[in-house]
Nanobody, 126 residues
Framework: HVQLVESGGGSVQAGGSLRLSCAVS????????VGWFRQAPGKEREAIAIIYTSGATTRYADSVKGRFTISQDNAKNTVYLQIDDLKPEDTAMYYC????????????????????WGQGTQVTVS
């Protein structure tokens, strides 16, 4: 079955950087869509970015453009999320998700667009 394993979270000071990793297994990685989301306590899950693995096309949620970069290493079936200039409001559980199709290109990125989810990695910024 499909498994997604996130890593790379931790506690960092404001202004720092982190690179989160999402290792994807048992998934048609070469032709799907992988996304990153986050959820802070008491808030709804928020989309950050997605990547279409076949051509590396990316999309970012309007609310997070500028400090987040999604990328992939096809040889490792791994998708990364680089976060720069971290702020306390970035504190959240970060999740990766995968789907064979992903969001409609003209629509907002929604959690419901994704079938498979990882367990999350915590990012805490102080």
């Amino acid at each position: 079955h499909v498994q997604l394993v996130e890593s790379g979270g931790g506690s960092v000071q404001a202004g720092g950087s982190l690179r989160l990793s999402c290792a994807v297994s048992e998934f048609t990685y070469s032709s799907g869509c992988v996304g990153w989301f986050r959820q802070a306590p008491g808030k709804e899950r928020e989309a950050i970015a997605i990547i279409y693995t076949s051509g590396a096309t990316t999309r970012y949620a309007d609310s997070v453009k500028g400090r987040f970069t999604i990328s992939q290493d096809n040889a490792k079936n791994t998708v990364y999320l680089q976060i720069d200039d971290l702020k306390p409001e970035d504190t959240a559980m970060y999740y990766c998700a995968a789907d064979s199709v992903g969001p409609i290109p003209t629509e907002n990125i929604e959690a419901s667009d994704f079938t498979y989810w990882g367990q999350g990695t915590q990012v805490t910024v102080s």
